[in-house]
């Protein structure tokens, strides 16, 4: 379901950690999209600031499939969805 969101939203996507915490700081970010696989250290300031935040969070299970349903050739660990 998650991954369809989020091929869905192509033109709303934010990819990556430090894109994803910075438009958080700007309150651009709707929901934020975290691959289960992907690692703690990246994850864990995304988790606190998406609390801080109250931008509600979703998971899924690959790094490599939310990747390709972002549109990107590589993995990712977070992506979020612009408002």
Do not use: F, H, W
Not at 17 to 37: D, G, H, P, T
């Amino acid at each position: 379901m998650s991954y369809e969101k989020v091929a869905q939203a192509q033109n709303r996507l934010i990819i990556g950690a430090k894109q994803v915490l910075k438009s958080m700081k700007n309150s651009e970010v709707q929901e934020v999209v975290i691959a289960e696989n992907a690692e703690r250290r990246i994850t864990d300031e995304i988790l606190q600031m998406a609390e801080q935040y109250q931008v509600p969070v979703v998971y899924v299970e690959s790094m490599k499939e939310l990747g390709k349903a972002s549109g990107i050739e590589v993995g990712a660990a977070t992506v979020a969805i612009r408002q």
